[in-house]
C-alpha cells in the first residue's frame, strides 16, 4: 500500500474499460480493477456535447459498485456491469473512479478518472 499525503492511501482507477455487447437499450462495461484496499468503484457516464471549448461530456454518476461490503472483498481482476434503458442511435460515454472510505461517516476519496470511452447505442 502506498500512503498519500496525510495518511491517506492512494488508489488507482480501473484501466482497460471497454464496451462490448452493444444493444438499441443496453450495454455491458467491462474494465480491469488495479486497487486493491478501495471500498468501491463508482461508473460514470456522459453523453457528449460539442462547443468552441471543447467537449463536455455531462457526467452523471449511475452506480456505485461496492467491493467491501461484509465479507466481499474483491480486489483486482476483471470486473463487469451493465447499463440499460439507454436510448438508440446515441453516443454514450463512461469512465470509472476507485473510492476509498475509511468508516460510514467518512468523506469518499476518489481516483483519478479512468480514460473515458465511447460508443453508439445501435
Not at 474499460?17 to 467491462?30: E, M, P, R
Not at 480493477?33 to 462547443?51: F, K, M, Q, W
Request: proline share 4%; with cysteine; net charge positive.
Amino acid at each position: 500500500m502506498v500512503i498519500a499525503k496525510r495518511g491517506r492511501p492512494r488508489i488507482t482507477a480501473p484501466t482497460k474499460v471497454t464496451l462490448v455487447n452493444v444493444t438499441k437499450h443496453s450495454l455491458s462495461i467491462n474494465w480491469y480493477d488495479n486497487a486493491t484496499i478501495e471500498y468501491g468503484v463508482a461508473l460514470e457516464r456522459g453523453v457528449p456535447t460539442h462547443s468552441i471549448k471543447g467537449v463536455n461530456y455531462h457526467w452523471v454518476r449511475i452506480a456505485n459498485i461496492d467491493e467491501r461490503i461484509g465479507d466481499n472483498i474483491s480486489g483486482k481482476g476483471w470486473r463487469s456491469d451493465s447499463d440499460n434503458n439507454l436510448k438508440s442511435n446515441t453516443m454514450y460515454c463512461y469512465r470509472l473512479k476507485a473510492y476509498f472510505k475509511e468508516n460510514q461517516q467518512a468523506i469518499y476519496q476518489f481516483s483519478k478518472p479512468s480514460y473515458p470511452v465511447c460508443v453508439y447505442t445501435q
